[in-house]
């Protein structure tokens, strides 16, 4: 049986030895790196463990086998290590990056986003990202000596910036930050500890953000087809899936569709995996990156999908819109989620005696802004359940999301 050694650090590599360290200095581990011990302390934080009962799509009544947020962030993590280790990158970077990229979301997937967004509405919105980062600079209460896990510089900019750089070199917000501006919480940390966000992450954490893309399209293909939400047969016209399908049946004839499906997700993320390989190590080649500074310096990503499977990345993203998270279905219980979200927003600002004691100490009844944020972290940090069984306590009718 072949095994393939690991591959030696690459020059471009992120190194736990040159960190810019954490906001609260600290001394070093006898035996773990520095991006070693921040995986182990976000696997460690109750915000990771809550994932285990927050919705992905679907909510725990329609099974056991479908995704969760936790299982969500172990494959995404599976994924990430995986292209980090072909790359010559660092692995416990990027695990750390993926581990903790979802600890922002609130209950009920991104309904309760769209809820709690609307709810600040007056205050700056709610963005998971920023939402991530209060969580592990913040919220997180495990040590004496300070809040927040005490992450490195390289694991926060990579959570912040994963999906590019959220400013120009003037300070302007760019891309979907353009309109809306910079969440607050990302601009009070960066105040106290710059996050350089005119620049690109690390190679790391690129791969940390496009092993997400990878493991939604192939994960919410499979959760959409045990759900039956969608025939097999709808994604033949479909660029990469149909191809996978029509190898399968090939290879395969008469293979029952609960194989096939297993085989399609299976081959999609080794396609996705080998594409990411090959444009990255071209993007990398061309620039002549020599060092995580010139990764952060490029004025595109080195991590990427080539342009072919962009194309294919969108087209299934596209298929997947109107038949998963747009079906009637998932729409008609998000919608309830919704309104158990923004129900329990507006009864804690009503009355902020409803919420637990450790949450009622530090409120400022004359900043509105500060309490209504203080109130959106206390239900961000909800899980699916926690927010009903708190909506049942508060309320005469709670909708069952079924």
């Known amino acids: 049986m072949a095994v393939t050694a690991a591959r030696a650090r690459a020059s471009y590599a992120a190194d736990p030895v040159r960190s810019r360290g954490r906001l609260h200095s600290e001394p070093a581990s006898a035996t773990r790196s520095d991006f070693r011990r921040d995986c182990d302390r976000i696997i460690h934080s109750t915000a990771f463990r809550?994932?285990?009962?927050?919705?992905?799509?679907?909510?725990?009544?329609?099974?056991?086998?479908?995704?969760?947020?936790?299982?969500?962030?172990?494959?995404?993590?599976?994924?990430?290590?995986?292209?980090?280790?072909?790359?010559?990158?660092?692995?416990?970077?990027?695990?750390?990056?993926?581990?903790?990229?979802?600890?922002?979301?609130?209950?009920?997937?991104?309904?309760?986003?769209?809820?709690?967004?609307?709810?600040?509405?007056?205050?700056?919105?709610?963005?998971?990202?920023?939402?991530?980062?209060?969580?592990?600079?913040?919220?997180?209460?495990?040590?004496?000596?300070?809040?927040?896990?005490?992450?490195?510089?390289?694991?926060?900019?990579?959570?912040?910036?994963?999906?590019?750089?959220?400013?120009?070199?003037?300070?302007?917000?760019?891309?979907?930050?353009?309109?809306?501006?910079?969440?607050?919480?990302?601009?009070d940390y960066c105040a106290r500890q710059d996050l350089d966000l005119a620049r690109f992450a690390s190679a790391e954490a690129q791969a940390a953000a496009i092993a997400d893309d990878i493991a939604y399209d192939a994960h919410d293909i499979d959760d959409g087809l045990r759900a039956a939400l969608f025939p097999l047969d709808e994604l033949a016209p479909v660029p990469l899936a149909g191809d996978i399908l029509r190898e399968i049946a090939a290879a395969h004839p008469g293979l029952d569709p609960t194989r096939c499906a297993h085989e399609l997700v299976r081959r999609l993320i080794t396609r996705m995996i080998e594409d990411v390989l090959a444009e990255s190590a071209r993007r990398l080649a061309a620039l002549g990156a020599a060092s995580v500074a010139d990764v952060r310096g490029a004025t595109v990503p080195m991590i990427a999908f080539s342009p072919a499977m962009a194309s294919a990345d969108r087209a299934i993203k596209a298929f997947l819109l109107p038949r998963m998270y747009r079906h009637p279905r998932v729409m008609g219980i998000m919608g309830d989620a919704e309104r158990v979200v923004a129900e329990l927003f507006g009864r804690y600002c009503a009355d902020p005696h409803n919420l637990p004691e450790d949450w009622r100490q530090g409120l400022d009844p004359a900043d509105a802004g500060a309490r209504a944020r203080h109130i959106a972290d206390f239900i961000a940090g909800m899980t699916d359940r926690y927010a009903q069984m708190e909506h049942a306590r508060l309320f005469d009718s709670t909708p069952e999301l079924r």
């Open 50 to 187: 809550r994932l285990a009962h927050k919705t992905q799509v679907f909510i725990p009544h329609e099974g056991d086998h479908y995704r969760t947020r936790l299982t969500h962030t172990l494959e995404v993590t599976q994924i990430a290590r995986s292209l980090a280790r072909a790359l010559g990158l660092d692995e416990d970077l990027a695990e750390a990056s993926a581990l903790a990229h979802d600890l922002g979301h609130p209950p009920f997937g991104h309904a309760g986003e769209r809820a709690l967004d609307r709810c600040l509405g007056d205050y700056g919105g709610f963005d998971h990202n920023a939402q991530t980062l209060s969580v592990v600079t913040r919220l997180e209460r495990r040590y004496a000596d300070f809040d927040g896990l005490n992450l490195t510089w390289d694991t926060l900019e990579g959570l912040v910036k994963h999906n590019g750089p959220l400013t120009d070199a003037a300070g302007r917000p760019v891309g979907r930050y353009a309109e809306a501006g910079i969440a607050g919480a990302i601009l």
